[in-house]
C-alpha cells in the first residue's frame, strides 16, 4: 500500500485551487468560480507546487 502523504500548511487559496485543478478545471474556468485574477491563480498554484515538491524531498 502506498503512504499518503498529508500537507496541512496550504493557505485556503491553494487548496481551493488545488482542489478544482484536481476536478479537471483550467486556469479561466477556476478564475471565473472563485473570483480571482490570473496572477492570483497563478501564484496559488506555483506555491502548491512548491510545497509539494518540498515535502516528497523528505522521502526522497
Known amino acids: ?24 478545471y483550467n486556469v479561466h474556468q477556476i478564475m471565473k468560480k472563485l473570483n480571482f485574477t490570473y496572477k492570483q491563480i497563478d ?5 502548491v507546487k512548491l510545497k509539494l515538491k518540498n515535502s516528497y524531498k523528505k522521502y526522497i
Not at 487559496?13 to 478544482?20: F, H, I, K, S
Open 43 to 47: 501564484n496559488a498554484w506555483t506555491r
Open 1 to 24: 500500500m502506498e503512504e499518503v502523504i498529508s500537507i496541512t500548511n496550504f493557505t485556503i487559496n491553494e487548496n481551493e485551487v488545488l482542489r478544482l485543478k484536481r476536478r479537471g
